[in-house]
Nanobody, 124 residues
Framework: QVQLTESGGGLVQAGNSLRLSCTAS????????MAWFRQAPGREREFVAG????????PYLQSVKDRFTISREYGKSTAFLQMNHLKPEDTGTYYC?????????????????WGQGTQVTVSS
């Protein structure tokens, strides 16, 4: 069983930045895609950003494309999400996930391991 641990969430004002980190308990994801999802109260969990095993492919949710940047440490099961120019609508619990394959799909069923989430709250 792989455990994922997210960190870096918090309460910030709109326009500010946060950097989320995700670390796996084992180096099992070095050849797998990784991603960040988020879930706001009363809404379904949605894909935010993903990164392939070598960092070459990075799909994004359209509304965050010019503000968020996903990255990873090559050969490790560690991923990051740099979030700039945060907006109140970015508020939610952010989850890290490891893909079943080398790429990062945009749907939940393509991921096999999930973290417990870290809360991000953006005030207006």
């Amino acid at each position: 069983q792989v455990q994922l641990t997210e960190s870096g969430g918090g309460l910030v004002q709109a326009g500010n930045s946060l950097r989320l980190s995700c670390t796996a308990s084992r180096r099992t994801a070095s050849n797998n895609g990784m991603a960040w999802f988020r879930q706001a109260p009363g809404r379904e969990r949605e894909f935010v950003a993903g990164i392939s095993w070598n960092g070459g492919i990075t799909p994004y949710l359209q509304s965050v494309k010019d503000r968020f940047t996903i990255s990873r440490e090559y050969g490790k099961s560690t991923a990051f999400l740099q979030m700039n120019h945060l907006k109140p609508e970015d508020t939610g619990t952010y989850y890290c996930a490891i893909s079943r394959t080398a790429v990062a799909g945009t749907t939940r069923d393509t991921y096999q391991y999930w973290g417990q989430g870290t809360q991000v709250t953006v005030s207006s």
